[in-house]
């Protein structure tokens, strides 16, 4: 079906729904039948309550989370509780939820929203890390899988919206405290490592008057998440291993005429993490009128990561010269090879072998800072609503090391699918003497990246009187945004003939996986010995020109929607609108470019194009909690920031190759529709079966394209808009309490949850065997059992995703896949009386790993990452 059709049936759907029957307006529904006589219910089970009650009141495709009562949640970050809901994931960083992915798109076509504003964000892209919000700012969070006239554009997969609280509507108690430790049993095995942490949060809501109300939060939290990470370099797939002429130049190792892939190396990676969060938030309402509301909300966070690293990296560069496909490594006398698909998965050699213990030390300091003042007046009429909106978020980071090597003389490694990687060596790593030979050591930063919003709208709505159409709805909104981003970086050489004391390094094993000790002592005592005094003062660096980029986006945007209710075909009770906006977007990029010589010159390139998105949504109401919806709509989003970058590098060496941004990129379009059957059977239950298809008309994916510089052809990767294509799926969703059982099982509930997406989407890597599109999960499922009786409420939840491809961190170009997850966590809590709660949560029962492969091979690792279990236990006080 094409666009043009798509859209002309969304005029259509919407058109007859509200022609059909009758042009008079009936009363909505009653009351159903379904309901049953009320029971005061609190807590989670309230939360669930009032989450159903905003899916079924809204006209668009809608998941809920409701948490009106401060602290009721049972999640620490709102990312946590975001997963939970029909057809999200969350990718994992350093152990914890963090980017949303939803209907088998990827976090970069999820819009993230703050009390309805788009806000800047300390990706390089346009992700929003859901982590920064602690759970207790937040009253709510909507998921629209469906699009809207009057949303902002942006959401291909959908737009999340968190609100935070607002005081004068609020009615829970005036101060709420909350406080408690925080165990990770990740780093057990890191020496004098304290696992620790601990998370403490604080609000205060008190209405001045009845028309004048205000609240502050405070929050602050230390994780000590440390863990043990393998990580794989990739592969090399080259025909160049060696100069021509040489033995298997050709990277043939076994001779029978085929490539054989060799790693370019891999490293044990120890990171002992000390993370802390600070936050503060702040909201005013104001309304001396009936007609006329003010609302002032600001919230500021701070999250300092500390990150001292012992790593060992196995065949530095070339993994001595495996990855060269050297035949005196590979065929010597005594050393052997295991062939998977023409890939190297194993080996023992017993030549040009090395371990790198590199010991570092990363920083990170990342600022959000998010504010918006919103107004609202009202007649008998009209409702005019203006907002102003400005966010800025802002992050500087750091990475040294101090470099040591050793050479074994032989050395075994097994990374092949289906079984954890190891690296053996013949000889006691302890007993090996430690240099510093050619490579020194590295700094890179500090890096800096920024990113500031500021946007205003203004909405009007013109009720109608009689008949079918209720309401007119109109507005405009303009932002204006700019990130930029700047690295520095330098490398310390050591002294002449310096050797480090044997006295300065100790050595431990990590029971994660099966390799040689690793090696640790004190970075600043090694790095003045190594380097001298004031080695890494950043003053000594100078900029990486290749990194030095900027990208304004202004966006202009108008809307029109028109919204109707009337009875309709079967006796249902019709509602939704029919709608469109007009987005204007105009972006100016600017970066430096290498010419074949390497050198650097400042290059702006300017674009600009307009998208035309009609949208229609309706919602059948058949009474006795029965419920229709259908939608379709045209959407888009805008490209990731970091990829507009108009910066390109070439290497100056054979294989030719490069790297670049593309700054005329266009958005990625979809036609999507959107159709959904729920029964709302009883209080807190819900029988509900939803069915999308989006027809892809253009994607953004990462190609190798050669390009000829000067003569000379290169291989440069760059971000590209890609074909057309489909991304259908299901979603199931059951949740109810067990009321059907005596008790006391009666006071059991189940929410639980299916997807399956399905899609032609490819990205655009490896060429041969290209990856399915970032974030596509076939098959996603959450199983929560829960109990509430009482004082006393707990919750059992499984989750689970099939492998799904991914970026992994700022290089949007660095695409692997993440293999399936199933994580199994557990809380519970006791209300001792009406203002002290005590609560126990464990998170990751089942130690559950996370385990990547490229170049779509499950025999290729990437990263195998062991994070352990999370126990928190924490006291709440309410008065």
Do not use: C
């Not at 976090?107 to 300390?122: D, F, K, Q």
């Not at 080259?238 to 490293?267: C, E, F, V, Y």
């Not at 709208?457 to 700047?486: E, I, Y």
């Not at 309709?568 to 972006?587: K, L, P, Y």
């Amino acid at each position: 079906m094409t666009h043009y059709k798509l859209l002309a049936a969304a005029s259509g759907l919407a058109l007859m729904a509200a022609a059909s029957a009758h042009a008079q307006t009936a009363p909505a529904p009653a009351s159903d039948s379904s309901q049953v006589d009320e029971v005061v219910v609190t807590g989670v089970r309230k939360s669930l309550r009032e989450a159903l009650d905003v899916k079924r009141g809204s006209d668009k495709v809608v998941e809920a989370i409701s948490a009106k009562d401060i602290g009721v949640l049972p999640d620490v970050t709102i990312a946590e509780s975001i997963a939970r809901l029909p057809g999200v994931n969350a990718t994992r960083d350093r152990g914890n939820d963090s980017q949303a992915v939803v209907r088998g798109l990827g976090a970069r076509l999820v819009l993230g929203t703050v009390n309805g504003r788009e806000v800047a964000s300390s990706e390089p892209d346009r992700n929003v890390r859901w982590e920064i919000y602690p759970s207790e700012v937040v009253q709510g969070v909507q998921v629209y899988k469906s699009q809207s006239a009057d949303l902002i554009a942006g959401g291909v997969a959908a737009t999340i919206n968190i609100d935070t609280i607002a005081p004068l509507d609020y009615k829970g108690p005036e101060f709420v405290l909350r406080a408690g430790p925080v165990f990770y049993d990740g780093g057990k095995d890191i020496p004098n490592y304290d696992q620790t942490g601990y998370r403490a949060s604080g609000s205060w809501v008190h209405k001045i008057n009845d028309d004048l109300a205000i609240v502050l939060g405070l929050t602050s939290q230390k994780q000590k998440n440390g863990y043990v990470s393998f990580q794989g370099w990739g592969y090399n797939d080259s025909t160049i291993r060696q100069p021509a002429g040489a033995s298997d130049s050709s990277g043939d190792l076994n001779g029978d005429g085929k490539l054989d892939a060799t790693p370019w190396g891999a490293q044990l990676e120890v990171k002992k993490l000390n993370q802390k969060r600070n936050g503060v938030s702040t909201g005013l309402q104001w309304k001396p009128s009936d007609n006329f509301e003010l609302k002032f909300d600001a919230l500021y966070s701070d999250i300092k990561i500390n990150e001292n690293q012992d790593q060992a990296i196995y065949g530095w560069n070339n993994w001595g010269n495996w990855a060269n496909g050297n035949a005196g490594d590979y065929n010597a006398p005594g050393a052997s090879y295991t062939l998977i698909n023409n890939t190297v998965v194993a080996a023992n050699l017993v030549s040009n072998n090395a371990v790198h213990s590199v010991i570092a030390r990363y920083t990170e300091d990342k600022k959000l800072f998010v504010t918006g003042l919103n107004g609202k007046w009202t007649n008998d009429a009209w409702t005019v609503v203006g907002d102003l909106s400005y966010s800025k978020a802002e992050r500087e980071n750091n990475w040294a090391a101090v470099r040591l090597e050793t050479y074994p003389s032989t050395m075994s490694f097994d990374t092949r699918a289906g079984v954890k990687p190891t690296v053996k060596l013949t000889q006691d790593i302890t007993t090996l003497p430690q240099y510093n030979s050619w490579k020194g050591g590295q700094n890179d930063g500090p890096e800096h990246l920024n990113d500031e919003l500021a946007a205003g709208a203004l909405d009007f709505t013109r009720d109608l009187a009689g008949g079918a159409f209720k309401s007119v709805q109109f507005g405009a909104r303009a932002s204006n945004r700019t990130k930029d981003h700047s690295m520095f970086q330098f490398y310390p050489w050591a002294n002449a003939g310096t050797v480090v004391p044997a006295s300065m390094l100790s050595y431990y094993k990590v029971r994660a996986f099966d390799v040689p000790a690793v090696v640790t002592g004190d970075f600043d005592a090694l790095a003045a010995v190594l380097y001298g005094a004031n080695a890494f003062d950043p003053s000594h660096g100078s900029e990486n020109l290749a990194q030095q980029w900027s990208v304004n986006e202004k966006v202009f945007e108008g809307y029109g929607k028109l919204n109707f209710a009337a009875d309709s075909i079967g006796g249902s009770w019709a509602t939704g609108n029919i709608g469109v906006r007009v987005v204007h977007t105009e972006t100016s990029s600017d970066g430096q470019q290498a010419d074949t010589l390497g050198v650097f010159s400042p290059v702006s390139i300017d674009n600009d194009y307009t998208d035309i998105l009609p949208s229609a949504n309706v919602k059948f109401d058949f009474g006795d909690g029965k419920v229709f919806r259908l939608g379709l709509a045209k959407v888009i989003a805008r490209p990731p920031l970091d990829e507009l970058r108009a910066s390109r590098t070439l290497t100056t060496w054979s294989p030719y190759t490069g790297s670049a941004g593309n700054p005329t990129l266009k958005p990625f379009e979809a036609v999507q529709f959107d159709a959904s059957a729920e029964w709302y059977f009883r209080p807190e239950a819900l029988i509900a079966a939803s069915y999308y298809y989006k027809d892809v008309s253009s994607y953004i994916g990462w190609k190798q394209t050669p390009i000829a510089y000067g003569g000379t052809t290169y291989a440069v990767s760059s971000p590209t808009n890609g074909g057309d294509g489909y991304i259908q799926g299901l979603e199931l969703t059951f949740q109810t309490p067990f009321f059907f059982l005596p008790g006391p099982f009666d006071k059991f509930g189940v929410y639980s949850n299916y997807a399956y997406v399905d899609s032609d989407l490819k990205e655009f890597s490896p060429v041969n065997n290209p990856l399915d599109m970032t974030g596509l999960a076939k098959h996603t499922a959450t199983v929560d059992l829960w109990y509430a009786n009482g004082p006393v409420e707990a919750r059992l939840g499984w989750k689970y995703h099939s492998p799904m491809t991914v970026i992994y961190g700022w290089n949007g170009a660095d695409l692997q896949t993440l293999e399936s997850e199933k994580t199994l966590d557990f809380s519970a809590s006791y209300n001792i009386n009406d203002h002290v709660t005590v609560r126990f949560q464990a998170n990751n029962l089942t130690n559950e790993e996370l385990r990547m492969y490229r170049d779509n091979d499950p025999n290729r690792i990437g990263r195998y990452d062991v994070y352990g279990r999370r126990y928190l236990a924490d006291v709440t006080l309410k008065f």
